[in-house]
């Protein structure tokens, strides 16, 4: 699968936007991008995936560049309860089973 | 929709003694893993089954674990004996694997230490 790279942390005022950078350079043509996100002593929670177009659900906006090498994941009004960690994950059509997560980037919700 | 349940949410036990980690996944879906997360490894994935069948069982870390799925609404994790290295949080995750990209849905977790 191909790695991903995220910044560690970053804080984001509660009623802004966050948006949220992973690079994916060595991606190939069938491979996704996933997001998941944890809250502190919770299970990691699906957010949101695409292949190659943007993608929006009731959670959050995934916009991946034209070549398919770095995506962001936009909370369009984050609150404080979106404070998590949050991980940026590839993976393959034919192994698809597989989540191989990272460190992630910490997100910080400020009041 | 309750989601995937996991029992008990927190276990403490000593050295030595089995410990038994149980999941009951999400209603029609057929793969079922067991992760495990630590401050020093992350999440890891341990083992995952469809169908019922252990397909990938490559991330049990020796043969103290143990897992099994005896029908589609139910799977035990088993330490045997525990170790304090052991300790770690434990989600299990089901999901609907029909040949396409399939979501997993993760359980809250059983918090384990092992003194």
């Known amino acids: 699968d191909a790695k991903t790279t995220q910044p560690p942390s970053m804080d984001c005022a509660e009623g802004r936007a966050a948006n949220l950078p992973c690079n994916h350079s060595?991606?190939?043509?069938?491979?996704?991008v996933y997001w998941y996100r944890q809250i502190h002593s919770q299970g990691p929670q699906y957010i949101i995936h695409g292949l190659k177009n943007n993608e929006t659900n009731e959670m959050a906006s995934l916009i991946i560049t034209e070549d398919r090498k770095s995506s962001t994941l936009i909370l369009p009004h984050a609150t404080l309860r979106d404070t998590a960690v949050y991980y940026c994950i590839v993976r393959l059509r034919s192994n698809d089973y597989k989540l191989s997560f990272g460190a992630g980037t910490t997100v910080t919700v400020r009041a | 929709d309750a989601g995937v349940i996991q029992s008990p949410r927190h276990e403490v036990t000593e050295m030595g003694q089995e410990v038994t980690l149980r999941c009951k996944p999400i209603s029609g879906h057929n793969s079922l893993f067991w992760y495990r997360q630590t401050m020093m490894r992350g999440l890891e994935l341990l083992i995952y089954f469809n169908n019922n069948v252990p397909i990938d069982d490559s991330g049990m870390p020796e043969d103290r674990f143990s897992a099994k799925m005896p029908n589609a609404s139910f799977s035990t994790l088993k330490i045997q004996p525990s170790e304090p290295r052991d300790s770690a949080v434990y989600f299990c995750?089901?999901?609907?694997?029909?040949?396409?990209?399939?979501?997993?849905?993760f359980g809250p977790g059983t918090r384990l230490l092992v003194l």
């Open positions: 060595t991606i190939s043509g069938n491979e996704y």
């Open positions: 995750a089901s999901s609907f694997n029909s040949g396409r990209i399939e979501t997993q849905y």
